[in-house]
């Protein structure tokens, strides 16, 4: 009988709503945080700003965040009109680095703004590079026409010191995704992704703790016409990056096996029966905290039968010291690697819903992802939330894990003669080490490198 | 109370359970189907603008929906067939009445949030795949792709499904593939053989 889906999902979900407390707790806990979040929130006019532009000021420090693009050195500058006469057209807010305060673009939208908004989240998310940023840019259209982010260009802010910028805006890049032109209607407002890389030859590099003056910058389309463009420059704003700390690794957890967060990894590899073995000439000696790393990893048939299953997971890696897995598992796959799809990872050949079949001594080779961040055994294995997630600097060890499901197995003899196939029902657990790999640290922008 | 304060408690009054529901099925669990819609709430409350009431409700499911999808990719879920741990997991819940829902749940967590996402607005909001790709501002055929997809990894574990209506790509050809087989690497002249290592 087939199974009725849309009957389960409704079953499902009153099940689960049957578990929660009633709304009061709820509507309390929001309320008190949007009375904290509109308390910050002082409209003000600061000389110098033009009239479209709202600042907002509060009490307190506010922290600075990065939203990281991964492959920013393939970031091509698309071609968006030029707006702010530089030279050659096209608009790359890279050409600001080192440029002053008052070289900034000016607005020439009208009755659009920039603010910038800040709220503690309690639940944020891992950022997994570089300094945590309470805030975001929020666009308001006063019009009386729906608007739109541009599409293929960045929003992003603007940091200065000393009156100096020190990060800008990531550039646009042709066929960006994501932003693509998410219009604001009328009297409407909406949250706008954005991007800050620091200024230098290394636009992954943190950014200083410190002071920072702030401006938004985001170009919109739809003022007059869908061909024109403007600009919205919100601020200046008071800024403050916080000092990045490392994580608190995970200790041994006995009730989990790799590659979960704290599992313990064995002591010698465990290749279930011998069948399989996962091996890699690839892994770098080197890579820096935070970084995603690919590399190729091989799966042999070490059994003297020819071995017909599926893959019943991916295969995993994950960084370990001291025996205990404190490195997170990879899961999605950034689309500028380009091979995988933003929302999974590819299997194949090791599809769990293709059989495979290997000889004995038959190697199949996949890519596989390392990411050197700190796991978080509350987040279920992945990157720690609400913290910095990158591990510590240091040397690590490199495991993987792989589960086989043997359907059949056929024994083989020397002269390759197969004898009587055998149906088999074996899940082949492989828990191996794969290599040592030494992570280094984030440089950071400003610092003067310390003699040894 | 601000009017904003009276808008806000009249939602999440009257529309707690369905929000919840919503949340719950994207997530799949209580304690962060909870925090979804109060993050959501926040979000939506916090404008200077606030939604007419009549639209608050689909403002606050966009949220919920967008909030989902950025903290996935940001936290970088493992995709892929985990119901051997998944099973562990749900079958020690206390949230789960069924065995039926403990496969149903242990399928949803074998989607990725895109793949997840889709099924719930297709098979429990009801929206077409136009209305889909509009929410997640893609393409028609991404969605497609993205329902298909959820399928056979949904069949993998619930068998097969019974979904009238469903608008997903034409049916695969009815020839499977053939098997893939690896070698082992060709032996050199002074490779020892097999069975003398």
């Keep these: ?452 | 109370m601000a009017d904003w304060e009276s808008a806000l408690d009249h939602l999440a009054r009257t529309r707690h359970r369905a929000l919840i529901r919503y949340a719950y099925l994207l997530c799949g669990a209580v304690r962060e189907a909870e925090d979804l819609v109060q993050d959501a709430l926040v979000k939506i409350y916090a404008r200077k603008h606030l939604p007419a009431a009549d639209d608050a409700e689909a403002y606050v499911r966009r949220a919920i929906l967008t909030i989902y999808l950025d903290g996935y990719r940001r936290r970088r879920r493992w995709s892929g067939i985990k119901h051997l741990v998944g099973i562990k997991d749900h079958q020690e819940s206390p949230e789960l009445a069924t065995s039926t829902q403990v496969d149903v749940a242990v399928a949803l967590d074998g989607l990725s949030p895109r793949q997840r996402a889709c099924v719930v607005l297709r098979y429990f909001e009801d929206l077409t795949v136009p209305q889909i790709a509009t929410t997640l501002d893609c393409a028609e055929g991404t969605v497609k792709r993205h329902l298909s997809d959820a399928h056979a990894r949904l069949a993998t574990v619930l068998g097969p499904l019974h979904t009238p209506d469903e608008p997903g790509p034409a049916a695969p050809a009815a020839t499977p593939s053939p098997m893939k087989t690896f070698q082992p690497p060709a032996r050199s002249d002074n490779a020892t053989p097999r069975s003398q290592s």
């Excluded at chain 1, 057209?89 to 050409?95: I, L, Q, S």
């Excluded at chain 1, 042999?300 to 299953?309: E, K």
């Design chain 1, 1 to 452: 009988m087939n199974h009725e889906l849309r009957r389960s999902l409704t079953d499902l979900a009153d099940t689960g709503a049957g578990q929660v407390a009633p709304p009061e707790t709820m509507i309390r806990t929001s309320l008190d945080r949007l009375t904290a979040r509109r308390r910050r929130r002082r409209p003000a006019v600061v000389a110098g700003a033009t009239a479209a532009a709202v600042v907002l000021a509060g009490s307190g420090a506010w922290a600075v965040q990065r939203l990281v693009e991964d492959r920013v050195e393939d970031a091509v500058v698309a071609n968006v009109p030029d707006l702010i006469g530089m030279p050659g057209g096209g608009f790359n807010p890279r050409a600001y680095c080192g440029a002053p305060e008052s070289s900034l673009p000016e607005q020439t939208a009208t009755d659009l703004t920039l603010d910038h908004v800040t709220e503690i989240p309690e639940t944020s998310p891992s950022d997994p590079n570089h300094s945590r940023f309470l805030g975001d840019l929020l666009l308001e259209n006063g019009t009386s026409t729906a608007h739109g982010i541009v599409r293929g260009t960045y929003p992003g802010y603007f940091l200065l010191e000393a009156g100096v910028v020190v990060a800008t805006p990531a550039p646009p890049t042709a066929n960006a995704p994501g932003f693509g032109l998410e219009s604001t209607p009328a009297g409407g407002s909406t949250d706008v992704r954005w991007t800050l890389l620091p200024c230098g030859d290394d636009p992954r590099a943190d950014i200083a703790p410190g002071e920072y003056t702030a401006y938004g910058l985001a170009a919109v389309q739809g003022v007059k016409d869908k061909e024109s463009y403007e600009i919205l420059v919100g601020g200046p704003w008071l800024v403050d990056v916080p000092t990045i700390e490392d994580p608190v690794l995970a200790t041994a957890d006995p009730d989990v096996a790799a590659p979960w967060c704290g599992a313990v990894v064995p002591d010698a590899a465990r290749t279930g029966d011998g069948s399989l073995a996962i091996s890699t000439d690839d892994l770098p000696e080197t890579a820096r905290t935070g970084d995603l790393i690919s590399f190729g990893a091989s799966l042999t048939n070490t059994s003297p039968d020819q071995l017909v299953g599926t893959a019943q997971t991916p295969v995993s890696v994950v960084a370990v010291r001291d025996g205990v897995v404190v490195g997170t598992q990879h899961g999605q796959i950034p689309s500028t690697l380009g091979t995988y799809s933003l929302d999974g990872f590819d299997l194949r050949p090791w599809d769990p819903t293709e059989s495979v079949s290997m000889l004995p001594s038959a190697s199949t080779t996949t890519e596989v992802y390392l990411w050197l961040e700190a796991c978080d055994p509350a987040e279920d294995g992945s990157s720690v939330s609400g913290s910095p997630t990158r591990l510590p600097a240091g040397d690590y060890e490199v495991w993987a894990t792989y589960d086989h499901q043997i359907n059949t197995r056929t024994p083989v003899a020397a002269d390759g003669t197969p004898g009587e196939a055998v149906a088999a029902d074996e899940l082949v657990s492989v828990v191996t080490r794969v290599g040592d790999i030494t992570v280094e640290p984030v440089p950071v922008l400003g610092e003067d490198d310390a003699e040894d």
